[in-house]
């Protein structure tokens, strides 16, 4: 075991991570604070790392006395002077400000998104603000990529937190867990330029252009002649092209893609593709182009989802979309149609596993001809059954998002830990059901879920295990979250404040559900 003197000669940052738990551990310990071993990292001048006194978290940026390095004046806190190890140490104790995130973030690259190409990723949205030790602790040393910053707009909205905030919780969680494998940001479900604008100006780097509202599901049923009144009126000018253009492009016959797909539209097939899908490649180019512009030299990627929509995407239809953006000078990294079968919220996939596989590689087909990109799969979540053909197919060009899945494991630990919290958010789910599954995709009939008052303590986790209690609760964290009583909230400090005071078993609990859906894409 290294003395803490020793730490002071590095001449660039270094995560010391786990193997200096003792000399971190020896530091914490002089500022009368509990140090998490993995976060020690060194830098120019002085070392740093995260420390807590009960469930107060604080930074602290450790020198010899009084000779603390330049970089560390961009942190505010109070400095104290202490011994570890017989050295006398100046210690900064910097609480988990927004500029100490971003001084963090400048100072410590490791606790900024990068860009992460085609790696298979997985996403894994927190809702909470609590998850991301854990997340990391499931993905650490897999080799695919996490998106640890992942959060909609509506999200946000729904869990009263900002976006700054959600990036700022995530660079004290790598910073916690000393991560330094690189992370990914992904600003979800975009709709806007102005939603591009406020995640970009707070770093991150990918964006998921959702143009669901310019996706007319209509097109499917529509009969021919509405069809064709429809297809008259699209913005051929925004897309850069004619009728007869479009029609000179698709309808020349068979055209094989790589497997030996084969697709061969004929005028129907094109004008319902065209109307379904036309204004949201107009609308994911202008979002592309915007960025293209805000960014600069600027690094990013953007994926353009089209997984909130009535039906599901066709093959011609991801073949029509892909081309089009491709004309346009569109670039894109993930792809998210909309798949065959029901993706609802926190349960496995619903539907006909071989109709799943026959779509899927049709998908696949599409996007070896246009990328390679990665096939991105929202609502991810809990789908074990078609997370091993996803993985086969796609050769690991996966984009994998969850994070409702997070919060019910957080809620599993409520059960375990505050018993009494868990029965009124119980209680509460059943009143707030039918209102908050209106924007989601789910099927759960409450009154197959047992009541708070049916259940004693060590069953009360056990809503959690069945289809209709998962989807119970999980569509209700909005309201659970911001739910206002009287100055405060009705149950968001106490479940925060549970969460904090059993860290370690919600990071357990998030590693070990977590690492099932990471598992089946290991490896590719
Ligand atoms: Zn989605």
């Given at each position: 075991m290294g003395e803490v003197a020793g730490l002071f000669s590095s001449e660039e940052t270094v995560v010391l991570g786990a193997a200096s738990a003792g000399q971190a551990e020896r530091i914490a310990d002089a500022a009368g604070l509990i140090a998490y071993p993995g976060s020690l990292v060194a830098a120019p001048g002085a070392v740093a790392l995260l420390a807590k006194t009960g469930v107060d978290k604080s930074m602290l940026i450790v020198a010899p006395e009084g000779s603390f390095p330049d970089w560390s004046f961009e942190f505010s806190g109070r400095t104290m002077t202490a011994q570890a190890d017989g050295v006398n140490i100046s210690i900064k104790i910097c609480p988990l400000t927004h500029d100490n995130a971003q001084a963090l973030r400048r100072n410590f690259p490791y606790t900024r998104p990068v860009c992460m190409g085609l790696k298979t990723a997985a996403g894994t949205g927190d809702r909470l603000g609590l998850a991301t030790p854990g997340h990391i602790r499931a993905v650490r040393g897999t080799g695919l990529a996490a998106f640890l910053a992942q959060q909609s707009i509506r999200e946000m909205t729904r869990t009263a937190r900002r976006v700054r905030q959600v990036l700022d919780d995530v660079s004290w969680g790598v910073f916690e867990e000393g991560f330094d494998e690189g992370f990914g940001s992904d600003a979800d479900h975009l709709k806007t330029t102005s939603d591009i604008d406020s995640c970009a100006a707070v770093g991150f780097t990918m964006f998921t252009v959702d143009p669901g509202d310019h996706v007319d599901g209509s097109a499917d049923s529509a009969s021919a002649d509405e069809l064709a009144a429809k297809f008259q009126k699209l913005d051929f000018g925004g897309l850069e092209t004619t009728a007869a253009d479009l029609r000179r492009d698709y309808l020349t016959g068979p055209v094989t893609l790589p497997g030996d797909v084969v697709i061969e539209a004929d005028d129907e097939m094109l004008l319902r593709a065209a109307v379904k899908y036309g204004a949201a490649v107009g609308h994911t180019t202008s979002m592309f182009r915007h960025l293209a512009t805000e960014r600069g030299e600027k690094p990013f990627e953007l994926e353009m989802s089209?997984?909130?929509?009535?039906t599901p995407t066709t093959t011609f239809e991801h073949y029509f979309v892909a081309r089009e953006l491709t004309r346009l000078g569109v670039k894109w990294v993930s792809m998210a149609p909309r798949f065959v079968g029901e993706f609802e919220k926190g349960i496995d996939y619903k539907g006909d596993l071989e109709t799943f596989r026959n779509s899927f590689a049709e998908h696949v087909a599409v996007m070896r001809r246009f990328g390679p990109y990665k096939i991105s799969i929202h609502s991810?979540?809990?789908?074990f059954t078609v997370y091993p053909i996803m993985a086969e197919l796609a050769d690991g060009l996966i984009h994998l998002k969850t994070a409702g899945t997070s919060y019910l494991e957080a809620l599993r630990v409520i059960a375990h830990v505050a018993p009494e919290l868990f029965r009124e958010i119980l209680a509460f789910a059943f009143e707030r059901y039918d209102t908050d599954k209106a924007s989601y995709h789910v099927s759960a009939d409450p009154s197959k879920v047992p009541g708070p008052?049916?259940?004693a303590d060590d069953r009360l986790?056990?809503?959690?295990?069945g289809d209709d209690g998962r989807q119970l609760l999980h569509v209700t964290f909005g309201s659970v979250l911001t739910t206002k009583m009287g100055e405060g909230y009705l149950f968001r400090e106490r479940l925060l404040m549970a969460l904090r005071s059993h860290e370690e078993e919600h990071y357990d609990a998030l590693q070990k559900h977590l690492k099932r859906h990471i598992e089946p894409f290991e490896g590719f």
């Open positions: 089209v997984d909130e929509t009535q991810g979540s809990d789908k008052e049916d259940l986790a056990s809503v959690l295990n």
